[in-house]
């Protein structure tokens, strides 16, 4: 399953400058250059670079859409855990022997 982004087109700042090249991108993801590189390349849910002749740019607001979109996942599961951790933990009784 693929996630899409969104038309951020309609999202972005009117004046929102690019980052041009992958030292400005993976300062944007604080990675290092091959490491935003390999993001890039990768099958599932590649970061949103755009290609310009041999110069490399990326929008900062289709960076932070795309970070949230890959961290979704783990929060649900966070949740999940959260909820059956809940659902798990007994249930503390006196026995009705309570001091009052």
Request: proline residues 9%; glycine residues 4%.
């Amino acid at each position: 399953m693929t996630m899409q982004l969104p038309d951020v087109d309609v999202l972005r700042p009117p004046d929102e400058k690019p980052l041009d090249g992958w030292k400005e991108i993976a300062a944007a993801l604080r990675c290092s250059v091959k490491h935003a590189a390999r993001l890039a390349s990768r099958d599932r849910s590649p970061l949103p670079v755009y290609c310009y002749g041999k110069r490399v740019y990326a929008w900062p607001s289709e960076i932070r859409i795309w970070q949230r979109l890959q961290n979704l996942p783990y929060q649900a599961s966070k949740i999940v855990e959260r909820v059956n951790a809940k659902k798990a933990r007994p249930r503390v009784s006196d026995g009705g022997n309570r001091k009052r």
